[in-house]
């Protein structure tokens, strides 16, 4: 049996035949419809009501609502990372997510890293028992995103970095700054909160070159492949020119 890797281009790997990919311009149409179908499922599961219920019995101020979760599950099951990183990990809404992304998928293997700095929430406290003990994938740091990277205590190399931590415009654009060198070839960058400040949308400008000509994108000096806005989740799919 063909061995999967642990990390592979998704477009890529759920192509039965390659020969017969869609043109560029429509080539992620089926990441739309992988993430929504995903997400739709998340919805109406009982996984999704089971965190409602956690989150309304701790109380929800801060955390990310039910239609942002289920897309950062589809995003995360359409991926399927390896090494997760997020920033701002609270109590644990998102990081419930994406952990549960990870079992569904059965990569028993994939790590979410997950800073925090505050020292008076229960960090990860939302998330259900089987998914945090499952198999360590969930690693919790205490610190500010700053201190970690400049003791360079995270991973270089990451498939995926949700931000979800201070919505300045000048932190939310260092932290994209920060962890784009460090995601690899089809790595997702994704961001809670994009409609708070103009640093979601800026960033995405910059990834792109443009034809003289046309005036279109550029696609081989482009540094994304697919970028978009869910709710208040954006998320930009990182490509590494050759
Ligand atoms: C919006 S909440 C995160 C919600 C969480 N993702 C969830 O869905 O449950 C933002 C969190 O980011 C943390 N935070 C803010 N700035 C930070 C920084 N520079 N480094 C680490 N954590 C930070 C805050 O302490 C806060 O708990």
């Not at 990441?31 to 089971?50: G, H, L």
């Not at 460090?182 to 909160?193: A, C, I, N, P, Q």
């Amino acid at each position: 049996m063909k061995k999967m890797p642990a990390f592979s281009l998704p477009w890529r790997r759920r192509s039965k035949n390659p020969s017969q990919m869609e043109s560029s311009a429509t080539q992620f149409y089926a990441t739309w419809d992988a993430v929504a179908r995903f997400a739709q499922e998340i919805r109406a599961s009982d996984f999704m009501a089971e965190m409602i219920r956690r989150r309304d019995a701790y109380g929800s101020e801060g955390v990310m609502g039910a239609l942002d979760c289920a897309t950062l599950y589809g995003l995360t099951r359409w991926l399927r990372p390896a090494v997760v990183v997020e920033s701002g990990g609270f109590i644990g809404m998102s990081s419930a997510f994406i952990l549960k992304a990870l079992a569904d998928e059965e990569l028993t293997k994939a790590k979410l890293y997950s800073i925090e700095w505050s020292e008076e929430c229960e960090h990860g406290a939302l998330i259900p028992e089987e998914l945090r003990s499952a198999s360590g994938g969930f690693v919790p740091m205490r610190g500010k995103v700053e201190d970690l990277l400049k003791r360079d205590q995270l991973p270089r190399c990451i498939d995926m970095f949700l931000h979800d931590s201070s919505h300045s415009y000048r932190h939310m654009l260092w932290e994209f700054r920060q962890f784009w060198p460090r995601l690899r070839d089809g790595g997702l960058l994704v961001s809670h909160d994009v409609q708070m400040n103009a640093a979601f949308p800026e960033f995405v400008a910059k990834t792109y070159a443009h034809d003289k000509k046309t005036g279109r994108r550029d696609a081989k000096r482009t540094s994304h492949y697919e970028w978009g806005r869910w709710g208040y989740i954006g998320f930009a799919i990182k490509k590494v020119s050759r």
